[in-house]
């Protein structure tokens, strides 16, 4: 017993990740009495795939250690920041399932920021500088060779703090001084060389309005402000990671008895998309996509537009698991799992797609029939429904063929097929229009084969669905692919994306008259096409615009644990 008790504890140990590990560590220390994590986004864009990870990867790591999980707004950059996107945001994290205390914004700390650049003045460790931005890269100098000592380092603490006072009451133009940490022009570190920690920039901002013409750095800002807020854990991705000396500095010169602690983790990169804000804005101005949620895009309100859950996004960020290698995560997976969240959640529905007109020839004319099909045979708490059949049917232009290849068991003259939970039919004619296009495939039915089964026992090898004519409803659907050319990859050498010309195709279907009420953001599986979803932004009461969220067929394949 002891030594399966012991083996189950050191399987426990094994399963946390490096940052639970971590933080282990700095509890049984005692350096923490309660965990409390953040996500804090620059409101200058929508919130993609990758940040998902961050947001549930904090919320998770505060949820689980009974702590707190703050969102805050990092808007210390007035030149690209806007209302539009705090509200965004915040509609992102709230949908994804992240509960948080806040929000809180960076912008209402300025005063306290500002006193703590006045205590690194007084403290000698920061100082006003006359360097215009061309000259402060000719004094930083490289990865390979030290920085040169500004002009201006030896100022006296009296003149830094009169110029750092005039800066902030609006005495200087944009450019002409900044604020820099003292720490060391020779470090390795090219962060720690004097970095710049105020800028001046007339600039009217989202959340104070004019009150301030000076604003912080972003590296002395982001650690001020999780100090502020009582962080103990700022857990963020690696390219800050060289960063972190310099995030220590700040804390530890600024004099906060408990600093929070930087810990970071490999980004999120998925294969064949569009993340970069700079890119996803020309791709809006330019018209290539209707918007920042358009649904072949991997922005957090795409993905909820195209149809996925937060159920699938969560479960997504978990396969990707936490490490310190980056690494890129195929577009597959996150298609396997909103398939597999959908799967059992959702009614499949009788839809076609690319519709060509089924007449039975020896039907009844005028009689309608009813059958009871189930809402999902995976599912029985979601029941059944009525379905509608007579004479003529819409059928997919895809289930007919003239001259048939070798393995096609669909309909083709001669050939018998199951019209699902319908009757057996065998094909005996078709039309064709001018062009020759089929426009109408004739059958015969064997009324004997009511709900799909012959009373002689025979059997068919192909089973098509179908929408009664008579009270079909059509329907616009929107069929998406990848927005990138897959082959070519993301970008040209100059910067160019390689656009999908076909990433988007637009038809007009039949569907069953219950999804003509279907609301926005309501799901379906139609049958043998694959899921969709009633599109939030183009739908109007009564005539639904439906979405294919992901095709039904996929060649992704989970990992062997």
């Known amino acids: 017993m002891a030594n399966e008790e012991t083996s189950k504890t050191e399987r426990e140990v094994v399963s946390r990740n490096f940052i639970e590990q971590e933080i282990d560590k700095d509890l049984k220390e005692g350096k923490y009495e309660e965990v409390v994590t953040r996500f804090p986004p620059e409101p200058n864009g929508y919130l993609h795939i990758g940040h998902a990870k961050s947001i549930l990867l904090n919320y998770g790591i505060a949820k689980e250690y009974g702590g707190r999980f703050n969102m805050r707004f990092d808007d210390t950059n007035p030149t690209k920041e806007k209302g539009e996107f705090v509200d965004a945001i915040k509609r992102d994290v709230e949908w994804l399932g992240a509960k948080f205390d806040g929000p809180y914004f960076a912008s209402n700390y300025f005063e306290k920021m500002y006193e703590a650049a006045v205590k690194l003045i007084r403290d000698g460790k920061a100082y006003v500088s006359d360097l215009n931005a061309e000259e402060m890269r000719e004094y930083r100098g490289t990865l390979t060779e030290p920085g040169k000592d500004d002009p201006n380092r030896d100022r006296s603490i009296e003149e830094n703090l009169d110029l750092f006072e005039r800066m902030k009451n609006g005495e200087f133009e944009d450019g002409s001084k900044v604020l820099r940490a003292k720490i060391d022009m020779k470090s390795a570190n090219i962060n720690m060389r004097d970095p710049i920690i105020y800028r001046i920039a007339h600039l009217h901002h989202q959340n104070t309005g004019d009150k301030w013409c000076i604003y912080p750095m972003y590296d002395f800002a982001h650690p001020l402000e999780d100090a502020f807020e009582g962080i103990t854990h700022s857990i963020c991705t690696l390219e800050f990671e060289d960063h972190r000396p310099l995030y220590n500095w700040v804390v530890e010169n600024v004099g906060f008895a408990h600093p929070p602690r930087q810990i970071e983790f490999a980004k999120l990169y998925l294969t064949n998309v569009v993340t970069g804000k700079r890119y996803i804005k020309k791709l809006v101005e330019d018209g ?46 996150l298609e396997f799992c909103i398939r597999d969240d959908l799967k059992t959640k959702v009614s499949r529905m009788y839809a076609v797609v690319d519709p060509v007109k089924l007449v039975i020839d020896n039907y009844p004319e005028g009689q309608v029939e009813e059958f009871d099909v189930p809402n999902n045979p995976e599912n029985e708490e979601l029941g059944s429904r009525k379905v509608t059949f007579s004479r003529e049917l819409w059928i997919e232009r895809e289930d007919f063929m003239e001259e048939p290849p070798k393995k096609y068991f669909r309909l083709f003259p001669g050939n018998e097929v199951r019209l699902m939970q319908a009757y ?41 669905h179908w929408v009664n004519a008579s009270d079909a409803r059509q329907v616009e659907m929107r069929l998406y692919e990848n927005l990138i050319d897959e082959e070519k990859g993301v970008y040209n050498e100059d910067g160019s994306m390689n656009i999908n010309p076909d990433s988007l195709k637009v038809v007009q279907g039949y569907v069953e008259p219950a999804l003509a009420e279907a609301k926005a953001y309501e799901s379906f599986q139609f049958v043998r096409n694959g899921f969709f979803v009633a599109d939030c932004k183009l739908s109007r009461p009564g005539q639904p615009v439906f979405g294919r969220v992901v095709s039904l067929k996929s060649s992704f394949k989970l990992p062997r644990a």
């Open 424 to 464: 057996f039919v065998k094909c005996v004619g078709y039309e064709k229009d001018e062009n020759g296009k089929v426009t109408t495939v004739h059958v015969t039915y064997d009324p004997e084969s009511r709900g799909g089964n012959s009373p002689d026992g025979r059997k068919v090898k192909g089973t098509i």
């Open 288 to 333: 290539v996509v209707d918007g920042w949620d358009d649904p072949r895009l991997v922005s957090i309100a795409a993905l909820r537009r195209r149809g996925y859950t937060p159920e699938s996004i969560q479960k997504f960020v978990e396969l990707g698991g936490i490490s310190k290698a980056n690494s890129s995560t195929d577009y597959a997976m």
